[in-house]
């Protein structure tokens, strides 16, 4: 039994891709209050695995801000891009159970491929009983075989994903020598002793794929609980992508109370007048869970 049995452990996971907006601010909301509102730790993890697209003046940006909107976490935050000696013994376990597999396909190789929900191609199984002669391994890739995973997560209800059709083998070690997110995120949050995961519901696709590999694995399943997504007025998620709004470090308590409201909590109008320390006291006495709805929902205008 691991050592933080009983014990609720949250998490912050930012990708420093770019600077804090709406959407990750009510990732980190929703995941602090219900980690404190359940008497339990939250830790913040910077995923900086994906190297080229994330950068350390974003990482120093978002920590800024987490602490101009008073949060506080529990420990020093953990970066992923210290970590691939972790995610590496991960990799030769795996290779040792015999369930990855070396991968010789390009991109343009798999261009043809079905794609899944999320638009990512659908391994057709080239190399899955082996590489032809003559090729090298460019990726490792975990088998997902006929796994077919459900959960009930604490927000969207049952989710039940038939892994070989809506993500098939997919990637762990990347043809540039980076590590995969999926591969990171379990190591780190089984490492952590994570017991609930709460994040925004763009990340629901991957969660089958993660619990596969934490089965894999031999570490424990946490529980998840996924947020509803933000969009703009056209419908499209907030990201650096879509340019949302960076947050004013200077008056957070707008953002803040915006969070609250999109996350169902209907806090009073006046808290948007008061301190940050205000804002905090109410969200902490007042939060609940189930008052959260599935969404996605429009993020108000001024914060999209
Ligand atoms: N780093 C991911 C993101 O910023 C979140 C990962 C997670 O919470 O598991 O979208």
């Known amino acids: 039994m691991s050592q933080h049995a009983g014990i609720y452990r949250g998490r912050f996971a930012p990708s420093p891709t770019g600077p804090l907006h709406f959407g990750s601010l009510v990732a980190a909301m929703g995941s602090c209050l ?7 730790a939250w830790l913040l993890r910077i995923e900086d695995v994906d190297a080229p697209r994330c950068s350390m003046a974003a990482a120093g940006e978002i920590l800024r801000m987490l602490e101009a909107c008073g949060f506080e976490w529990d420990g020093a935050p953990v970066w992923q891009s210290r970590r691939d000696e972790a995610y590496a013994a991960a ?12 991968c010789a396909c390009t ?14 191609a659908i391994y057709p199984g080239t190399c ?16 997902v075989g006929d796994a077919r995973l459900g959960f009930e997560d604490a927000i969207q209800g049952r ?18 020598g980076l590590f995969a997110y999926q591969l990171a995120v379990v190591v780190d949050d ?68 915006a969070a609250l409201d999109f996350l169902g909590q209907r806090p009073p109008a006046e808290l948007v007048r008061g301190t940050v320390a205000e804002l905090w006291a109410w969200a902490g006495a007042n939060w609940r869970l189930e008052r959260v709805p599935r969404g996605p929902a429009t993020a108000p205008a001024a914060v999209a």
């Open 34 to 40: 219900e980690a404190r509102s359940r008497g339990g």
């Open 91 to 102: 990799l030769e376990r795996l290779k040792a159970a015999g369930v990855v597999f070396p």
């Open 107 to 120: 991109r343009r190789e798999l261009a043809d491929s079905a794609l899944a929900p999320d638009g990512a």
């Open 128 to 143: 899955r009983a082996g590489l032809a002669p003559g090729r090298e391994a460019r990726a490792w890739r975990l088998r």
């Open 159 to 176: 989710i039940d994903s038939d892994l070989a059709t809506e993500a098939g083998d997919f990637v762990l070690l990347r043809a540039d």
């Open 190 to 257: 089984a490492e952590a002793g994570i017991t609930d995961v709460v994040r925004g519901a763009d990340l629901l696709l991957s969660t089958a794929r993660q619990i596969h590999l934490q089965h894999c694995l031999g570490v424990a399943t946490p529980a998840y609980a996924h947020l509803p997504v933000a969009v703009n007025a056209a419908g499209e998620k907030l990201s650096k992508q879509t340019l949302a709004a960076p947050l004013d470090a200077n008056h957070p308590v707008p953002a803040l109370v």
